[in-house]
């Protein structure tokens, strides 16, 4: 049996596994104390928690890179595609499912407007066409949040890393060192121009298949993940000890910082968004990539972690809209009341994501690899 398409997967970054498993912990806080900001930016707690995606960004781009780089030749763009959404899919797939299952519970003329006028029918449809992660437009919003996955909204960021991928596939995985070099420096002036000189001052945003949402979506890809890519080529990795507790103390002080200026500054903020994503999350993946894991329990922690980080991602979401409408709902302040409800979220998150991982996603990756990757010589 020839294995051209599997070939073995390499050995991982156990750091950076679990730096990704704390990066999707705090983006389920950063989601349960946004329900009490109503959205607001300048006031929200865990401020700059979005930023996690563009740091998952910096850290596929790595991965990505080191697994495949090598390895051209050995397979074809079709067995490269076939690999990453054998990886990827299956919880895309999850993550629709509890969508539809949730989706008549967060009903909220306040907080969800449409969901009380849609048809069954057209839910289903909707889950059906989240499954192949294909993004809807506006005009298909059965929510009243504009999101291009309406029932899973941070969907919308796998959406993005698949074109990313195969961005790479067909052409960057080709570019010298110094071409990328150039095209990333392209990338991180444009991402500088947009949070310096645009309407925001910060990276929120992406989720909407319009003009405006695919310009965010983009800016924040390209850098980060071709940024992780080069930053892997250089091989230029940093070697301190206890590396998994600093870098996991850096990410949370990073995305905690509050809001840097008022609306009248929004350069201000625009300028810390920038230091983070272009220096600050290729320094933490540096580290991360270059420590090493002695202590057995450190070492538990980061597997768990990095296990659970995608299925808990790609999962939690459902159930913020659920506790969205419920705080909206029943003007639930933010309090002890809220926070005891969203702490409880936060565990059910968790538990939810390692059951789908033991008991859907690896089993299901373990048969795709099978019935897909290996093939009959």
Not at 145 to 154: F, I, K, S, T
Request: charged share 15%; with cysteine; aromatic share 14%.
């Amino acid at each position: 049996m020839s294995q051209t398409a599997y070939l073995p997967s390499k050995s991982h970054y156990q750091i950076l596994d679990g730096l990704r498993g704390v990066a999707s912990v705090l983006v389920i806080i950063f989601h349960v104390f946004e329900t009490f900001t109503g959205g607001n930016r300048f006031i929200q707690i865990i401020n700059h928690g979005y930023l996690a995606v563009d740091f998952f960004f910096v850290l596929s781009g790595f991965v990505v890179a080191y697994a495949y780089d090598d390895r051209w030749g050995k397979l074809t763009q079709w067995d490269f595609y076939k690999r990453r959404l054998v990886r990827l899919q299956p919880m895309v797939i999850m993550g629709s499912i509890i969508g539809a299952a949730l989706f008549y519970f967060q009903a909220s003329n306040v907080a969800f407007p449409n969901i009380a006028g849609t048809p069954v029918w057209e839910m289903l449809l909707l889950m059906v066409i989240g499954c192949t992660l294909i993004p809807v437009p506006i005009s298909m919003d059965i929510r009243g949040w504009q999101e291009m996955h309406p029932l899973n909204g941070p969907a919308w960021s796998l959406f993005f890393e698949y074109i990313a991928n195969i961005l790479y596939a067909v052409i960057i995985r080709r570019f010298s060192k110094l071409l990328l070099s150039i095209f990333v420096s392209l990338a991180g002036l444009m991402l500088i121009l947009y949070l310096v000189l645009g309407p925001q001052g910060d990276l929120i945003g992406g989720w909407s298949l319009n003009g405006p949402g695919l310009f965010v979506g983009f800016t924040r890809l390209l850098y980060p993940f071709f940024g992780g890519v080069l930053l892997c080529r250089m091989g230029k990795l940093i070697h301190i000890k206890n590396a998994f507790w600093w870098c996991s103390l850096l990410t949370v002080a990073v995305m905690s910082v509050p809001r840097i200026g008022d609306e009248h500054h929004l350069w201000m903020n625009g300028i810390y968004d920038a230091f983070c994503v272009i220096l600050v999350f290729p320094l933490i993946v540096s580290i991360g990539a270059g420590g090493q894991i002695d202590n057995p329990r450190a070492l538990k922690v980061c597997k768990f972690f990095g296990d659970i980080s995608y299925p808990l991602y790609i999962t939690h979401y459902p159930l913020i809209y659920v506790f969205t409408a419920w705080v909206a709902n029943n003007k639930i302040p933010l309090g002890p009341q809220g926070l005891l409800v969203g702490l409880a979220l936060c565990v059910v998150s968790i538990l939810i994501a390692y059951a789908c991982l033991k008991l859907y996603d690896e089993p299901v990756r373990e048969w795709l690899k099978k019935k897909v990757l290996m093939k009959k010589a």
